[in-house]
């Protein structure tokens, strides 16, 4: 057997090839679809319009929705996988070896496109707070020829930064670039939705038009569940040129509403309260229903006699009994009819608390007393930071009950969030306090770009990536303090976006043999054993929270990963004599953690003395049910 071994240009290398997938699907469906095109596989349109039964269309025909320019780019942009990869930070990490929730500092479009793999189908939850463009918003051009080197200078990462820049409405491409931005970013995160998951996205009046018609085209107008409108301000802005916006909004839409449903929010006390109990009911407490409705009931209209022998001839005017005269005696032989503490009241329906749903059914109006304002949101900001008056570390925060709503919505006690426009941490602090409230269990994802600070901050913060990483440290440790016998994961595994830790090759084309030496170790220098062994795991698709085991085996440190669906050794010296113990200590290893399926094994390519240790090695894992054995 041959050790197979991964380039930079391998697929396990690269994040997910969303076009490849598309490809392959409709050739699953459509074989007939597939024709080979001037660059490779490609759709035969003529083909693709017979199968829905439109001979007439043609490519040049007007067709209904939005367009603007650099849209094709902004699908191709989408489509293109990345090779990046996402470096572990545990130093800026807080309980690195158990939590399970991510804190990512990096381009959001990159990102995305790595976590592809890992979390594809997987996220119950996507809330996001992106950029309202209102000409105050950092949006910063995505490069479609290299994106993680666009990505490191315009963060100021090179020698070569470039400065970051608002979105003017000046710049006379004010709504196409913020589409751009937008297009590509949807369009992955639809990917990662779980089948009856939903995206809940925060957006002001400037864009909401445009978001509407973005998000119809990509995850379907027959999956918009609603416009939620968030009355964000305790008081009217006096200094308002016409009137005070006093809303916003929260787009809603579906992976598939057929299948996704909404959590019932939990009753307030001031709900609760009003179930009273006035005849002992061994029941309980009841709220009176109205016996009466408005719509038409062919069986809705007879007299009732009361129990003090009173006749009430019919419901009100313009108005039906909700229920047929049998329903109603039986109800009433049960007890469930309220006739007032005379008798002869018209007649209500008593509902048990008991037996009404567990919540209440969400609305679509949000208001701030019950959710908070924008004021609320900045003062907790500040009390979390412990910020000194008039100092503005973040221009707008969301507040935490409005992201707890949006949790308590779309995110079951175990769900998996992302929010990967991360701003000032909000989720993540609201995924503590919604888990410590009802004894959940939900992971976050948490994004944010490390936009430079345009002012020197005294507390030393560069980035907003860098306020995100301390608010919610603190977030985690103000819950630690508040219930201490609480056991709840408050705590996040860092890391950081760059370039993939294996070399491309990129030769000199006036020194090709000192470009060939270089390329000997064709992995990254300064690239720690860790970096490398999270690289495979973003590439084949494990999560990023799997628990990993270390141990030395025959002299070497090996990780166990998964128990034991990954064997990774990438130490940089494997001699031929010891080939042998190595491979048959890691057959040990993975037998005694019981490892159910295939076990893939991952060595340092440079690492073996000769091709004949590295064949041995493969021979000998293979031997023994091993059978992915590959190098890097």
């Not at 949006?139 to 979105?167: A, M, R, W």
């Not at 701030?368 to 707008?396: N, P």
């Amino acid at each position: 057997m041959t050790m197979q071994k991964i380039e930079a240009n391998s697929p396990e290398a690269q994040s997910s090839n969303l076009l490849a997938d598309n490809l392959a699907q409709l050739k699953a469906l459509f074989p007939e679809l597939i024709t080979e095109g001037a660059s490779g596989p490609a759709i035969n349109v003529d083909v693709l319009k017979a199968l829905v039964g439109d001979k007439l269309v043609t490519d040049t025909d007007e067709k209904y929705g939005l367009n603007w320019h650099g849209k094709k780019k902004a699908r191709q942009i989408a489509l293109s996988p990345s090779t990046g990869t996402l470096r572990p930070c545990p130093e800026d990490s807080v309980d690195w070896e158990t939590t399970r929730n991510l804190m990512v500092e990096g381009d959001n479009l990159e990102v995305l496109k790595l976590l592809q793999k890992s979390y594809a189908g997987k996220i119950k939850l996507i809330y996001i707070d992106p950029p309202y463009n209102t000409g105050k918003d950092f949006v910063y051009p995505d490069n479609f020829q290299d994106s993680i080197k666009n990505y490191l200078d315009i963060t100021g990462q090179t020698n070569n930064g470039t400065k970051t820049s608002t979105n003017t409405e000046s710049s006379g491409r004010f709504h196409t670039d913020w589409l751009n931005m937008m297009y590509p970013r949807l369009k992955l995160s639809q990917s990662l939705l779980a089948e009856d998951g939903a995206i809940f996205i925060s957006i002001a009046d400037h864009e909401i038009h445009n978001l509407r018609h973005v998000m119809d085209e990509i995850f379907g107008p027959e999956n918009f569940i609603a416009n939620v409108i968030w009355h964000k301000m305790d008081s009217p802005k006096n200094s308002a040129v016409h009137l005070s916006e006093d809303h916003d909004y929260v787009v809603i839409y579906a992976k598939n509403s057929d299948i996704w449903r909404p959590c019932p929010l939990p009753r307030t006390e001031e709900m609760v309260a009003r179930y009273k109990n006035p005849d002992n009911d061994p029941r309980g407490p009841w709220l009176l229903g109205d016996l009466a409705a408005r719509n038409f009931y062919g069986q809705g209209r007879y007299p009732i006699t009361t129990p003090s022998g009173k006749v009430i001839s019919g419901p009100p005017a313009g108005s039906y009994w909700r229920i047929s005269e049998e329903k109603f005696n039986e109800l009433n032989a049960d007890g469930r009819i309220w006739w007032g503490t005379s008798g002869d009241n018209r007649p209500g329906i008593k509902r048990f608390i008991s037996e009404v749903k567990d919540g209440v059914v969400p609305q679509t109006y949000w208001p701030w007393k019950d959710v908070g304002s924008t004021r609320h949101a900045k003062q907790e900001l500040s009390q979390i930071m412990e910020a000194d008056a008039g100092e503005d570390l973040f221009i707008t925060p969301k507040p935490v009950r409005l992201i707890k709503r949006v949790l308590q919505i779309g995110a079951g006690k175990d769900a998996l969030v992302l929010d990967f426009f991360g701003g000032s941490g909000t989720t993540l602090h609201a995924t503590y306090a919604l888990n410590a409230d009802d004894d959940g269990s939900r992971r976050c994802i948490l994004v944010q770009l490390p936009e430079p600070l345009s002012d020197v901050s005294p507390r030393g913060y560069k980035t907003i990536a860098d306020i995100t990483r301390d608010r919610i440290k603190r977030a985690g440790q103000k819950f630690r303090n508040e219930k201490p016998l609480q056991k709840k994961d408050l705590g996040f595994r860092a890391f950081k976006l760059d370039t993939s830790n294996i070399r491309a090759w990129n030769p000199k084309t006036n020194d090709l043999k000192t470009s060939l030496f270089d390329h000997l170790e064709h992995l990254e220098a300064g690239r720690s054993s860790d970096d490398i062994l999270y690289e495979i795991l973003l590439k084949l698709g494990l999560d990023l929270c799997v628990p990993i085991e270390k141990r030395e085996i025959a002299g070497k440190q090996v990780n166990s990963v998964g128990a034991g669906v990954l064997m990774a050794c990438l130490v940089e010296s494997i001699k031929g004599a010891e080939v042998e113990a190595l491979a048959l200590d890691i057959v040990a290893w993975r037998k005694e953690q019981g490892t159910v399926g295939d076990t893939t094994a991952v060595f340092r390519d440079s690492a073996f003395e000769n091709d004949v240790a590295k064949s041995n090695l493969a021979a000998i894992l293979e031997q023994h049910g091993i059978k992915q054995v590959r190098s890097l």
